[in-house]
T-cell receptor
């Protein structure tokens, strides 16, 4: 069985500041981990995924995430926030036959 | 490619009515997923198909919900009778191959359902 927890349902950062969205997971088997982004009135789209290769995963739009097994974490970061990053972000874990999504974190960008 | 296509985009209906949501996956994709998104429960997997065969429907809330995939290019999710608590955004997603742990899912734009 697996589960995923996203810390903070809302995160606000200033434009140009570091973005950090937190995700912790649990899985009884080696997990595969994903970050998806959802813009208003749209479906989810993949930002990046970890599939047991490099622990630092680079995605689209300047985002990256680091898999830390010891901390069971897969936090999403971006060095400098842009207004266009305002969206909802979902962390997901796939271990057994299911994929489980977190509740999401809405990212607000302050001008 | 046009991506995953869902129709209708918005549906307003009255309690007790039948609702049918439609999905056309990306051509060549072999897996199809139906999700429901609400503020309270987040994104929930309802059912998924591999090669048009339902594999796991354990997320379907109750017998009022049913899903079919008569061919590789079309799927429906039906709610009969509908209830106000079914109000949500329903997403369809597809992925290229038989569902595996590392597969990326491609989501449609969703159908926003409101049951009065």
């Amino acid at each position: 069985a697996q589960s995923v927890t996203q810390l903070g349902s809302h995160v606000s950062v200033s434009e140009g500041a570091l973005v950090l969205l937190r995700c912790n997971y649990s899985s009884s088997v080696p997990p595969y981990l994903f970050w998806y982004v959802q813009y208003p009135n749209q479906g989810l789209q993949l930002l990046l995924k970890y599939t047991s290769a490099a622990t630092l995963v680079k995605g689209i739009n300047g985002f990256e995430a680091e898999f830390k097994k010891s901390e069971t974490s897969f936090h999403l970061t971006k060095p400098s926030a842009h207004m266009s990053d305002a969206a909802e972000y979902f962390c997901a874990v796939s271990g057994d036959d299911k994929i489980i999504f977190g509740k999401g974190t809405r990212l607000h960008i302050l001008p | 490619d046009a991506g995953v296509i869902q129709s209708p985009r918005h549906e307003v209906t009255e309690m007790g009515q039948e609702v049918t949501l439609r999905c056309k996956p990306i051509s060549g994709h072999n897996s199809l997923f139906w999700y429901r998104q609400t503020m309270m429960r987040g994104l929930e997997l309802l059912i998924y198909f591999n090669n048009n065969v339902p594999i796991d429907d354990s997320g379907m809330p109750e017998d009022r919900f049913s899903a079919k995939m008569p061919n590789a290019s079309f799927s429906t999710l039906k709610i009969q009778p509908s209830e106000p608590r079914d109000s949500a955004v329903y997403f369809c997603a597809s992925s290229p191959s038989y569902f595996g742990k590392s597969e990326t899912q491609y989501f449609g734009p969703g159908t926003r359902l409101l049951v009065l």
